[in-house]
T-cell receptor, first 114, second 121 residues
Framework: AQSVTQLDSHVSVSEGTPVLLRCNYS??????LFWYVQHPNKGLQLLLK??????LVKGINGFEAEFKKSETSFHLTKPSAHMSDAAEYFC????????????FGKGTRLSVIA | GAVVSQHPSRVICKSGTSVKIECRSL??????MFWYRQFPKQSLMLMAT?????????EQGVEKDKFLINHASLTLSTLTVTSAHPEDSSFYIC?????????????????FGQGTRLTVV
């Protein structure tokens, strides 16, 4: 079984300061991990993904995440927040192989203050 | 990257009517598609797995007679909400996984449709 825990339901940062969105996962198999972003009333956009290659993954818009197996974590970071980063972020886990569905965390709402 | 197109993006229907939502993979074949539901300010919950040429697999608590899924081809899955009620109002999103292989590591990225906001009045 797989599950994802996003440790913060809401994170608020000032523009220009670093962003940290925390995610811990549980998986019986070698997992694939993803971060998706959803802007209000919009669909989902993939930020980045980990699929058993490099543990430090760089994504779009300056985001990156590090897979730490010993800590079962996949935290999302960005050095400097922009106003346009305000959105809902979902950490997602899936089995690496096969046509299995994605399991979503509850989401973290990021607010960016001017 | 691969594209999944979902239609319509918004629909308003009267209580008791049925609504069909289409999900198409535009540049890859998807033997399996997934349908999710998202309530306001909540995460996505998997409703069912749509399998091309066979019956869909529904998650516990999802009424298969109410949410009819048809996956007649490798690029199209449809979700029909039958006899819709106001409590069915939600954001519905489909996704498909692209299983093209890059080297020995399968590309397991999932692509999402734009979502359909259903409002039942």
């Amino acid at each position: 079984a797989q599950s994802v825990t996003q440790l913060d339901s809401h994170v608020s940062v000032s523009e220009g300061t670093p962003v940290l969105l925390r995610c811990n996962y549980s998986s019986s198999y070698s997992p694939s991990l993803f971060w998706y972003v959803q802007h209000p009333n919009k669909g989902l956009q993939l930020l980045l993904k980990y699929t058993s290659a490099a543990t430090l993954v760089k994504g779009i818009n300056g985001f990156e995440a590090e897979f730490k197996k010993s800590e079962t974590s996949f935290h999302l970071t960005k050095p400097s927040a922009h106003m346009s980063d305000a959105a809902e972020y979902f950490c997602v886990v899936s089995h690496s192989f096969g046509n299995t569905p994605l399991v979503f965390g509850k989401g973290t709402r990021l607010s960016v203050i001017a | 990257g691969a594209v999944v197109s979902q239609h319509p993006s918004r629909v308003i229907c009267k209580s008791g009517t049925s609504v069909k939502i289409e999900c198409r993979s535009l540049d890859f074949q998807a033997t399996t598609m997934f349908w999710y539901r998202q309530f306001p300010k909540q995460s996505l919950m998997l409703m069912a797995t749509s399998n091309e040429g066979s019956k869909a697999t529904y998650e516990q608590g999802v009424e298969k007679d109410k949410f009819l899924i048809n996956h007649a081809s490798l690029t199209l899955s449809t979700l029909t909400v039958t006899s819709a009620h106001p409590e069915d109002s939600s954001f519905y999103i489909c996704s498909a996984r692209d299983r093209r292989v890059s080297g020995s590591i399968p590309n397991t990225e999932a692509f999402f449709g734009q979502g359909t906001r259903l409002t039942v009045v």
